[in-house]
Nanobody, 119 residues
């Protein structure tokens, strides 16, 4: 079973920056996408950013121009660089890797890391 370990969360002032990392415990043979989701109190989990195996990226409108997703060449670690943070970015951020499997896809999730942006 693959474990995803996140790091880099914490408390930051509005306008500041943070970088999240998510490392998989082993390589995943067939990755569909790697991404980050977030969930704020009382809200549904939402996609923040994703990167496909081919390198295409997708961002939530609310973070475009501020957040950048990237990964290492081995595709075992995914990063989220967050700049110009706003209080509304406060949430628990979850790493997600979608694996292609015979007959479907499988989602791996990290344990979540808290990001708090103070005004």
């Amino acid at each position: 079973q693959v474990q995803l370990v996140e790091s880099g969360g914490g408390l930051v002032q509005a306008g500041g920056s943070l970088r999240l990392s998510c490392a998989a415990s082993r390589s995943i043979r067939s990755i569909n996408t790697m991404g980050w989701h977030r969930q704020a109190p009382g809200k549904q989990r939402e996609l923040v950013a994703a990167i496909t195996s081919g390198g295409s990226t997708n961002y939530a409108d609310s973070v475009k121009g501020r957040f950048t997703i990237s990964r290492d060449n081995a595709k075992t670690t995914v990063y989220l660089q967050m700049n110009s943070l706003k209080p509304e970015d406060t949430a628990v951020y979850y790493c997600n890797i979608v694996e292609n499997r015979l007959g479907g896809r499988y989602n791996y999730w990290g344990q979540g890391t808290q990001i708090t942006v103070s005004s």
